[in-house]
């Protein structure tokens, strides 16, 4: 004989296998609305929103953070590389004849300074002032050799100098860098830092170290606030 079947309820068995309280609803809510990237995360959301909820305050710290976060896409990088060359050209009144422009990267394999650089060269061509491959050194350690050369080659004479990158944290790794390549060449220049984005207190040490510099996204400290 078989044995009875156990009668069952479907009201008996939860919605969520991890319910959420009402303030991390409309912290997801909330979050979906502002932030377009994270609603393709909605897993991965909701289990950092529940553990973050687990200690005091980390609940609208996560939630801030989030808020905060900086994700630019193709179109920004444009936006940014056009505002550079018209920064370089316009701004600083830097020249084709006297300016190269050079990715911070000391080492020697592919890295995104060069991918940066690389995005910059159509948005100088753009400015119809004589821009072209010659202006443009994809490493720290290329520079360094081609600066300390006696010739009247662009990039052995160029008094001027804009260092390119994507972002900058700290600015301590910037500082080294402008520091070795004025250690490691002969020729003297006008160091320029460009920027696509950097955090706010990365740019107090820049001031020292540049002739100028620009930065087309300042984010705050976020956490350490």
Same mark, same amino acid.
């Given at each position: 004989?078989?044995?009875?079947?156990?009668?069952?309820?479907?009201?008996?068995?939860?919605?969520?296998?991890?319910?959420?309280?009402?303030?991390?609803?409309?912290?997801?809510?909330?979050?979906?609305?502002?932030?377009?990237?994270?609603?393709?995360?909605?897993?991965?959301?909701?289990?950092?929103?529940?553990?973050?909820?687990?200690?005091?305050?980390?609940?609208? #710290?996560?939630? +801030?953070?989030?808020?905060?976060? =900086?994700?630019?896409?193709?179109?920004? *990088? /444009?936006? $940014?590389?056009? %505002?550079?060359?018209?920064?370089?050209?316009?701004?600083?009144?830097?020249?084709?004849?006297?300016?190269?422009?050079?990715?911070?990267?000391?080492?020697?394999?592919?890295?995104?300074?060069?991918?940066?650089?690389?995005? #910059?060269?159509? +948005?100088?061509?753009?400015?119809? =002032?004589?821009?072209?491959?010659?202006? *443009? /050194?994809? $490493?720290?350690? %290329?520079?360094?050799?081609?600066?300390?050369?006696?010739?009247?080659?662009?990039?052995?004479?160029?008094?001027?100098?804009?260092?390119?990158?994507?972002?900058?944290?700290?600015?301590?790794?910037?500082?080294?860098?402008?520091?070795?390549?004025?250690?490691?060449?002969?020729?003297?220049?006008?160091?320029?830092?460009?920027?696509?984005? $950097?955090?706010?207190?990365?740019?107090?040490?820049?001031?020292?170290?540049?002739?100028?510099?620009?930065?087309?996204?300042?984010?705050?400290?976020?956490?350490?606030?």
């Amino acid at each position: 004989m078989n044995a009875p079947m156990k009668a069952t309820n479907d009201m008996d068995e939860p919605l969520l296998k991890n319910p959420f309280s009402l303030d991390q609803f409309f912290a997801r809510f909330g979050l979906a609305i502002e932030v377009e990237w994270v609603r393709d995360k909605r897993n991965e959301l909701n289990e950092l929103l529940s553990e973050c909820s687990k200690a005091p305050g980390g609940l609208e #710290l996560i939630c +801030r953070l989030i808020k905060d976060f =900086e994700m630019s896409k193709s179109e920004d *990088f /444009v936006a $940014s590389g056009t %505002a550079i060359a018209h920064t370089v050209c316009n701004t600083w009144n830097l020249k084709a004849e006297n300016t190269v422009i050079v990715a911070l990267n000391r080492s020697n394999y592919s890295d995104s300074s060069e991918a940066f650089l690389w995005h #910059l060269k159509p +948005r100088f061509e753009e400015m119809n =002032e004589n821009w072209s491959v010659i202006n *443009f /050194v994809n $490493s720290m350690g %290329a520079f360094a050799s081609e600066h300390s050369k006696v010739s009247d080659r662009v990039v052995s004479a160029a008094p001027n100098v804009v260092f390119v990158d994507e972002f900058s944290g700290t600015g301590g790794t910037i500082k080294r860098q402008i520091g070795w390549a004025k250690s490691n060449t002969t020729n003297p220049f006008q160091p320029y830092l460009c920027l696509h984005a $950097s955090m706010s207190v990365a740019q107090s040490l820049f001031e020292p170290e540049f002739v100028d510099f620009y930065s087309h996204l300042t984010l705050g400290r976020g956490i350490s606030d």
